[in-house]
């Protein structure tokens, strides 16, 4: 297959690239760089040996979708790009509107236009809101408490909407947990620009120096040691869910709705161990109060993806830990400008 991946130099995009080459497919890279660098299109070709097909466009860009559809005939489309920091999208609802929002409108209608209609959308569990009937099934109800998260929910049901407008539409949105970790080379990884928002860029940049100390936001959750439970997922595990999907659309053709997330739950405190001892450093940290919007605990069931795609998870806490010290300790600024 040939698949067209939006926000394709991104975190998770670039990631997916790999796994769908490993998977012997063909994939042409687009996007705008707002929040990756070209770095990434030359470390992609140092891990697989394959010249990225890339368009550096925007995604909101009718012109530009129609000429890479009209350049390349594909299978599918996966969806990542768009803006994806809850505090910035408080701050400037509009960008994440236009760009979370009407950038997939866009691609959607360009994809239509140029009759491609099978598409994975690149969600969150962040739609699930502050639930607490863990694990999180995808049935459960959806709340939304921030710009971002709207956009997420906005665009499955746009995505709904559309299948049920035209049956021809192949849709599956993946719901992501908590990405993290890199590839194994230590070539690509998450390099966030400016302060990291997320626990484990953060928690990297203070293991290697960028940072004097991780805050840890609230010792006081009714978890069993305090600190905040998340369902951390290998990047690679992530992406070998993204090519089952695609993988996943042409032979089953339908709208779904499917998390990607291990199933198990880790505390802050628990990753800050995990690093010191993978990392053999030492963290230094400091609780501070409780960040608005977080919940205590948040995890997946992770059965529908098994059932549906045959995915699932295979990496270990450790293993994530080590790939991403991999990565921070040969790249302690990130990529390159
Ligand atoms: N967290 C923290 N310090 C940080 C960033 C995050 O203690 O600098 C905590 C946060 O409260 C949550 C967990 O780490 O319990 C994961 O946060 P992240 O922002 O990575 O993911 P999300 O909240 O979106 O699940």
Redesign the pocket.
């Given at each position: 297959m040939r698949i067209l991946l939006t926000g394709g130099t991104g975190y998770i995009g670039s990631h997916t690239a790999i796994a769908l080459i490993d998977a012997g497919h063909e994939v042409t890279l687009f996007d705008n760089f707002s929040n990756s660098k070209p770095a990434v299109l030359d470390r992609l070709r140092e891990i697989t040996g394959v010249t990225m097909d890339f368009y550096e466009a925007d995604v909101t860009d009718a012109a530009a979708l129609d000429r890479v559809l009209n350049e390349r005939a594909f299978d599918g489309a996966i969806h990542f790009a768009a803006p994806k920091a809850v505090g910035e999208s408080i701050a400037r609802p509009l960008h994440y509107y236009k760009n979370g929002v009407a950038g997939t409108v866009a691609l959607l209608q360009a994809m239509e236009r140029h009759d491609v209609r099978n598409v994975v959308y690149s969600s969150s569990a962040?739609v699930y809101g502050m639930s607490d009937d863990l694990p999180l099934q995808e049935d459960a109800p959806t709340e939304v408490i921030n710009p971002y998260g709207r956009t997420k929910l906005m665009c499955e049901e746009i995505l709904a909407d559309l299948h049920q407008s035209d049956p021809r539409w192949n849709v599956i949105a993946l719901r992501y947990f908590?990405p993290v970790g890199a590839h194994p080379s230590g070539l690509i990884g998450e390099d966030p620009q400016g302060v990291p928002?997320?626990?484990?860029p953060?928690l990297a940049q203070v293991a290697v120096g960028r940072r004097p100390s991780?805050?840890?936001?609230?010792d006081d959750y009714p978890t069993p040691d305090g600190?905040?439970v998340?369902d951390y997922i290998h990047v690679l595990d992530l992406a070998e869910g993204h090519v089952a999907a695609v993988e996943h659309l042409q032979q089953s053709p339908g709208f779904d709705v499917i998390n990607l997330g291990t199933g198990n739950g880790v505390s802050?405190l628990e990753l800050v161990a995990a690093f010191e001892q993978v990392a053999g450093v030492p963290i230094p940290t400091e609780v501070v109060g409780r960040?608005p919007g977080?919940g205590p605990a948040?995890w997946a069931d992770a059965s529908k993806a098994a059932r549906i795609l045959g995915w699932t998870a295979t990496r270990d806490l450790d293993e994530m830990v080590a790939d991403v010290w991999r990565w921070q300790s040969h790249n302690p600024d990130g990529y390159p400008d």
């Open positions: 962040t908590n928002a997320n626990l484990m953060f991780l805050h840890i936001f609230g600190t905040g998340r802050v960040r977080d948040s």
